[in-house]
């Protein structure tokens, strides 16, 4: 049996990286990006290999497929990597017009266009595509229009896409709450500590993966 392959953006701290550790502990080849990534493997892991760069250029895009590909195919596809905009973060009122435009840029239109161009080898397997999403998406909360407008985005596009790919998973998750950098800069100066850490989710996110749900919000 072919060993299964992932994509997973932003594997270079945080959730990304827990994930990406999870899943090649767990057997699975990761193909793994990041901005700040070195081109080594996260955690030292032999099944993950690493490609540094932003997943909003296309030529970065089209490197993560042809990556996977070399395996022989694709299985999964972790739409991870984001930024949260400003900090602190500014009421809508006040929001820049550019930081915005970033914000959709990443968290959106890029995992748009790599869910795309993945598209086609995770048909050939019955693969899966999981957005990272946020209680930000569902909830108003003071200061996070921005990255809350563009994650209740994603959903609406990953509810769209589980309709028009009935023969694929499509999951939105909500990992809560956890112990990363983005979330510290959502909370300058403040102590972020009693949030869990990362690899608090990543037993859910394989048992996810395992169950094979049908499409739909999963909060892990």
Not at 38 to 45: D, I
Not at 98 to 103: F, G, K, T, Y
Request: aromatic residues 4%; charged residues 20%; glycine residues 10%.
């Amino acid at each position: 049996m072919d060993t299964r392959t992932a994509i997973v953006t932003g594997v270079s701290r945080g959730l990304g990286k827990a994930l990406a550790e999870a899943l090649a502990g767990a057997g699975w080849t990761v193909i793994g990006d990041g901005r700040t990534l070195e081109p080594a493997e996260p955690g030292g892991h032999p099944n993950i290999r690493a490609i540094p760069g932003d997943v909003t250029d296309s030529w970065h895009r089209a490197l993560l497929v042809e990556t996977a590909l070399e395996t022989g195919r694709l299985d999964l596809l972790v739409n991870n990597a984001g930024i949260l905009g400003p900090s602190p973060q500014p009421a809508l009122a006040d929001y820049p017009h550019s930081a915005l435009r970033d914000v959709l840029e990443v968290n959106l239109v890029a995992p748009l266009a790599l869910t795309q161009l993945a598209l086609p080898a995770l048909r050939d397997h019955g693969g899966a595509v999981v957005n990272i999403s946020s209680d930000a998406a569902t909830g108003a909360y003071p200061g996070w229009g921005g990255y809350g407008a563009a994650k209740a985005a994603v959903e609406q596009l990953s509810h769209v896409l589980a309709a028009e790919e009935p023969k694929l998973r499509v999951w939105w998750v909500d990992p809560g709450d956890l112990r990363t950098q983005m979330h510290q800069e959502a909370f300058p100066g403040e102590d972020i500590g009693d949030r869990p850490p990362p690899e608090s989710v990543t037993p859910a996110f394989l048992r996810l993966l395992a169950a094979r749900p049908e499409s739909g919000r999963v909060k892990l």
